[in-house]
């Protein structure tokens, strides 16, 4: 993907113009899985070992597979954020923390662009949008369009993990923010339609 050279990313909050969450297309049930489930956690879905991925568009993405990362506008006012195509493709980064400590990076896989034009979204006050997320996705198998990288893989039995989303844009004075929420328990599970 085509990044400007002179964007850098930091850590500290949107001067907290933003909330960021995630939330289960599918929620857990205590009788899906062993005692010790946790009843509501969203499922988060990863590749499985070894198993071949679809490749596709955006609007391919299997919506069982998606889960949803929600940005919300805090402010009383509509805030207006204009990036490069590349740069909306590459705004949500994931970290997931697995049962035994370990942590996983999970960012936008690279794409070719022919035509980077800049974009703009409107957060209305109090507004959210809504992205489905599929990390089943494999970057390297979306032929030049982004899917993921640095997700684990799942096991055949679903594991309770940690997970943040981070959110990053450009402010009104054109510097590199981003926000990131607060760590979610969630389930990572194989794909349901996985043999």
């Not at 113009?17 to 489930?37: C, H, K, P």
């Not at 993405?61 to 990036?83: G, H, L, P, R, Y």
């Not at 893989?153 to 510097?175: C, D, W």
Request: charged share 20%; glycine share 6%; hydrophobic share 35%.
């Amino acid at each position: 993907m085509v990044v400007l050279a002179a964007t850098v990313w930091n850590s500290a909050r949107a001067d907290d113009d933003f909330t960021v969450s995630i939330v289960g297309r599918e929620q857990s049930s205590l009788n899906v899985f062993a005692s010790e489930s946790i009843e509501g956690l969203p499922m988060i879905y990863c590749p499985i070992a070894g198993s071949p991925q679809k490749t596709g568009s955006e609007e391919d993405k299997s919506e069982s597979k998606s889960f949803f990362v929600v940005v919300q506008n805090t402010k009383d006012s509509a805030i207006k954020i204009k990036m490069l195509m590349s740069d909306w493709a590459e705004c949500l980064s994931f970290k997931m923390t697995d049962s035994s400590g370990k942590v996983y990076s999970i960012h936008a896989g690279s794409a070719a662009y022919t035509l980077n034009a800049p974009y703009a979204r409107t957060f209305p006050s109090h507004g959210m949008y809504v992205w489905p997320v599929d990390l089943t996705q494999v970057a390297e198998d979306w032929n030049n369009n982004s899917g993921w990288e640095g997700q684990p893989e799942a096991s055949s039995e679903p594991e309770l993990v940690t997970m943040t989303a981070t959110f990053r844009s450009l402010n009104s004075a054109g510097k590199a923010v981003s926000v990131t929420s607060e760590p979610t328990e969630v389930y990572l599970s194989k794909p349901n339609d996985a043999e």
